[in-house]
């Protein structure tokens, strides 16, 4: 039997590119490096180019690449062709457009959306209002789906389109609904616009419409189609084999006693809210063994950070730990004495949680599942959400590239590819498989391993950089880190946004981020890479192999029929 995925004849920087794979803008990189490729990767070429045009179909320099032919066949179906060339041809040399940079950049998602809403008014035929639509319209979403009267709008003009945009108006619209929790009205859309318009985008929305329904037959074929048409798709085999072997839906109880550890800096009413998810926590799923379950770290706080640990201590009947620091000795230190304390070392697993993080009630059922898959990942992690946008992963699986540097200088050493990043998330990046890291938000250990790295490095002081740092650690002792992707936290925080340019932890984030780019050399960032795309490399060969033993794909070359 072969441990390589099905497109591992690609060169070796397209095959990682794929193995991380995407959702149409996300899939651009892929595309572009086997259009680099020449002759040899046509085919593959052209599949890609249509898999980023379809997933943000009003784009309008992908609808441009759609329309070049590298052979004789066309690369894309008639209806989706003449809708693509109808976006294309109406691009126009764009000028300045200060008032939408402004609003952008500050995210004023209201007065953005009535501006491009303005905007195709006065311009119905320009397909660029319509993309910028497409593109932030998903952030308006709240928590409830809601998003108020500019979002209804913005709705209402995607389902109104007319002519060749029509169908494309009608897969965004689904899309939003989907987005929403509207699933049925999604799934009734996007079935009466699949047999005049075969977009494996919609094919594949439809799946997850219908997966929402609890259709899981319905799914599970929808999603077979699209793996069948693109062998290349490796998120999207991840997610059908999920979906069919029902890893989707697992939990499992955790192989040994739990400690749970949380610091806190001046964060009072947010630590009351994270805690107030935790007391939730179905407890059935880590075995007890008398001693506290959670540790609370008062990082030096001068709110009511005391208070709102006390009260808790109350309601947790003696099951929370309060450990209280004069001072704030920054994140890392904080994870390290944690960690350190002996009802800490005593168990077999430690979770570290964020104090503005909010845990679902089965949190530990979906790590243990976790666990039971990859026993032997150097940490487990997450798909983290945020509070505000919860229609985008604000942080899951991230993968490794480095970036050698010729001169020995100050440049980047590495990029980390992360394919749910430009795309909103409607249940397709939700997969279990291996990464080169997850984000400390929420995370686990077994405790012997977290010991065995000497702790998170305080040269990362205050905060940033020293989950990624100790993930890279991992990787260079063998130990591969792990995204649970079927556990959704929400974040009540944009991560690192007080890093970002004007924050006010953007001096000591650019300077970690220096810090950890020159960390290491570029032979070490090699073998972090070489590891955890070859753990990725065999997962995504193993859930092929169990695909094809359940008849879902076509068996790899030098594998037999269905067998298991």
């Known amino acids: 039997m072969t441990d390589r995925p099905p497109f591992a004849g690609s060169p070796p920087a397209l095959a990682r590119r794929l193995l991380v794979g995407g959702c149409g803008p996300g899939l651009a990189p892929a595309r572009d490096l ?19 045009w379809e997933g943000a179909p009003f784009w309008p320099e992908a609808a441009a690449l759609l329309g070049v032919r590298n052979g004789p066949r066309p690369v894309a179906p008639p209806a989706l062709a003449a809708a693509a060339r109808v976006v294309a041809a109406a691009v126009r040399p764009a000028g300045p457009d200060p008032y939408f940079d402004r609003l952008a950049a500050r ?60 169908p494309l108006g009608a897969f965004t619209a689904a899309q939003l609904r989907l ?61 059908l084999h999920d979906m069919a072997t029902g890893a989707c839906r697992a939990v499992s109880p955790l192989p040994g006693g739990l400690a749970v550890l949380l610091y806190s800096f001046n964060s009072a009413a947010l630590l009351d809210r994270t805690l107030a998810a935790l007391a939730e926590t179905d407890w059935g799923f880590a075995p007890d063994d008398g001693g506290p379950r959670l540790v609370a770290l008062d990082n030096g706080s001068g709110d009511d950070t005391a208070a709102v640990l006390s009260g808790w201590g109350q309601r947790f009947g003696g099951r929370l730990c309060v450990v209280t620091l004069p001072v704030n000795v920054g994140a890392p230190a904080a994870r390290n004495w944690l960690a350190a304390l002996p009802g800490v070392r005593e168990r077999a697993f430690t979770a570290y949680l964020d104090d503005d993080a909010f845990v679902p009630p089965d949190w ?97 002081s205050p905060t940033q950089y020293d989950d990624l740092d100790h993930d890279l650690r991992l990787l260079l002792a063998g130990k591969v880190p792990y995204c649970q992707g079927h556990l959704r936290v929400t974040h009540a925080k944009a ?21 950890l780019h020159h960390k290491y050399d570029d032979a070490a960032l090699s073998r972090a890479a070489d590891t955890a795309f070859a753990a990725l490399a065999a997962d995504a060969a193993a859930k092929h192999r169990a695909l094809a033993g359940l008849g879902l794909v076509a068996p790899a070359p030098g594998e037999g029929g269905h067998g298991g």
């Open 364 to 460: 530990l059922g979906r790590f243990g599942a976790a666990v039971a898959a990859s026993p032997r990942a150097g940490v487990w992690g997450c798909r983290i959400v945020g509070l505000g946008a919860p229609a985008f992963v604000q942080c899951a699986d991230s993968h490794l590239f480095p970036t050698p540097r010729q001169d020995g200088g100050f440049g980047r050493a590495f990029d980390l590819a992360s394919p749910w990043l430009v795309t909103p998330d409607a249940g397709q990046y939700a997969v279990g498989r291996p990464c080169a890291t997850v984000t400390g938000c929420c995370h686990l250990f077994r405790t012997d391993v977290l010991l065995a790295q000497g702790g998170f490095d305080i040269r990362f």
């Open 179 to 239: 987005l929403a929790g509207r699933a049925a009205e999604a799934a009734e859309g996007l079935a009466a616009l699949l047999p005049a318009f075969p977009s494996l985008a919609a094919r594949q929305l439809l799946a997850e419409a219908r997966w929402r329904l609890g259709d899981r037959d319905g799914a599970v074929s929808d999603l077979a189609d699209v793996v069948a048409a693109r062998p290349f798709d490796c998120l999207a085999l991840c997610r």
């Open 107 to 166: 995210r004023d998602l209201p007065k953005l959306l009535a501006y491009l809403l303005s905007r195709h008014e006065k311009d119905p035929a320009d397909p660029v209002p319509l993309y910028r639509l497409s593109v932030f319209a998903p952030m308006a979403l709240g928590g409830d789906g809601a998003g108020g009267e500019a979002l209804g709008r913005v709705e209402a003009v995607f389902a109104g389109l007319a002519g060749p945009l029509a």
């Open 495 to 515: 991560t690192g946004a007080a890093s970002q340019v004007g924050g006010p932890g953007y001096g000591s984030g650019f300077a970690n981020q220096f810090k």
């Open 34 to 52: 086997a259009l680099a490729a020449g002759a040899g990767q046509a085919a593959l070429a052209d599949a890609l180019r249509l898999a980023v």
